[in-house]
C-alpha cells in the first residue's frame, strides 16, 4: 500500500496540499527490483512516472557506431563491410526520493533512454494515465506538478549535454565547440 508519507519523499509533490497527496498515492503502487534487472528501454511507450524509494537505478542510451571492417584473404583479396556497433552509455544515476520515466508524462510518451537498477531497488510507480486524470480534474495541481518536473528535466537536460561535451571532448580532443 502506498501511503502519503512514500509520496511525500519527492520534491515533485512540494506543493500539492494533503488531499492531493492522498489522491496520488490511491493510484500508486511499489515494485521491488532485483540488481541488473531492467524497468523499461529506450523507445519503449512510456506509462508510468517512478520514483526511487530505496536503492538506485541507471539510465542509459544506446550509441550506434557503423564501422568499416576489412579483411584481407590470400594476397591478392579484400572483402569489405559495415557493422553497426552498438554501446550503452549511462547518462544519470537516480537515488533515492529522485523520480524517472518522465516521458510518460509529457507527448509523445517514447522514453528517452533506458532505466536499469544498479542494486535492490524500491520504486514507487504512478500510472500516468491515472495522474493525468487527478490533473485535469484539477488545473492547480497539474500546474505545480509541471512546474516542478520542468525543473527536473531541464537540470537531467543540462547535466547530459554536460556529460556528453565532456565526452567527446576526451574522445576527440576538442576543447572549443563552434556553431
Not at 44 to 49: F, P, S
Not at 115 to 126: D, F
Request: net charge negative; aromatic share 8%; proline share 3%.
Amino acid at each position: 500500500m502506498v501511503t502519503n508519507d512514500l509520496v511525500k519523499r519527492f520534491s515533485v509533490f512540494s506543493k500539492v496540499s494533503e488531499e492531493m497527496i492522498s489522491r496520488v498515492a490511491k493510484c500508486g503502487e511499489v515494485l521491488d527490483f532485483d540488481p541488473r534487472q531492467r524497468v523499461f528501454a529506450e523507445g519503449d511507450i512510456a506509462t508510468a512516472l517512478y520514483g526511487v524509494l530505496e536503492g538506485e537505478v541507471e539510465l542509459s542510451i544506446m550509441v550506434r557506431d557503423r564501422i568499416l571492417k576489412t579483411e584481407i584473404k590470400y594476397e591478392e583479396s579484400l572483402q569489405s563491410r559495415i557493422e553497426t556497433i552498438e554501446k550503452s552509455i549511462v547518462v544519470d544515476s537516480i537515488a533515492a526520493g529522485e523520480i524517472f520515466g518522465w516521458s510518460a508524462m509529457i507527448p509523445p510518451g517514447v522514453l528517452t533512454s533506458t532505466a536499469i537498477c544498479s542494486a535492490p531497488t524500491r520504486l514507487l510507480a504512478l500510472p500516468a494515465r491515472d495522474l493525468k486524470a487527478l490533473f485535469d480534474a484539477d488545473i492547480h495541481l497539474g500546474f505545480f506538478f509541471m512546474e516542478e518536473l520542468s525543473q527536473i528535466v531541464s537540470n537531467r537536460l543540462r547535466n547530459r549535454t554536460r556529460r556528453l561535451i565532456e565526452s567527446w571532448g576526451q574522445a576527440f580532443a576538442v576543447n572549443k565547440i563552434e556553431n
